[in-house]
């Protein structure tokens, strides 16, 4: 009776579950701290867009903004959209338990596969392409965050394909509670 139940915890949805509830949770901490801690992680967005610690290669440089008003505004919308994916990525974690407990895995799955584009699109177009190359942080030594948007780029992309496996691998009968 143990190892049934055991069992049925390495199922796809229990991974699933996990998956998704672990990259709400992060991405619900990093906006969290974002919040709460608003000035560290704006002048990493304002010195990436003024270009300020890159080889001031006067070819790229007219791409820099110096408005700081220009700059707050899209630190602001970063953070909206990292609270935005927060909120979609909990809620497919809500529908990936609901699931697991009454069969179902088709709206936990939508919603999750949403929330992990909206990583991807955060931290592969905005971090990698517009801020790695258009505003080429590449370039600085200090203000360079395309380790840590890799790293979440392909974090979701592997969440997003695990969540995608084909249906024969997928149990979808999920733990029951006990009568």
């Known amino acids: 009776m143990v190892i049934k139940r055991l069992g049925r915890l390495g199922t796809l949805p229990v991974a699933a579950t996990v998956l998704t509830g672990t990259l ?3 991405i619900a901490l990093v906006a969290f701290g974002n919040i709460t801690d608003f000035g560290t ?3 990493f967005v ?3 867009l003024a270009m300020d610690t890159t080889f001031q290669d006067e070819d790229l440089m007219w791409r820099a903004i110096d408005s700081r008003t220009v700059q707050d505004i899209a630190y602001v919308a970063i ?3 990292e609270t935005l994916a927060a909120l979609v990525l909990v809620a497919g974690t809500a529908w990936w338990v609901r699931g697991l407990w009454r069969g ?3 709206r936990a799955r939508r919603l999750s596969t949403l929330g992990l584009l909206m990583l991807m699109l955060l931290f592969g177009a905005g971090f990698l392409a517009i801020g790695g190359e258009w505003f080429a ?3 600085s ?3 360079n965050g395309l380790e840590p948007a890799g790293r979440n780029f392909v974090v979701a ?3 997003l394909v695990v969540l995608h496996l084909p249906p024969q691998w997928w149990d979808r009968s999920g733990p029951r509670p006990s009568a």
């Open 141 to 143: 030594s200090k203000w």
């Open 157 to 159: 992309g592997f969440v």
């Open 104 to 106: 179902g895995f088709d």
């Open 24 to 26: 709400a949770l992060y």
């Open 46 to 48: 304002r010195h990436v």
């Open 41 to 43: 992680n704006r002048d």
């Open 137 to 139: 942080m590449w370039q």
């Open 79 to 81: 953070i909206g959209w």
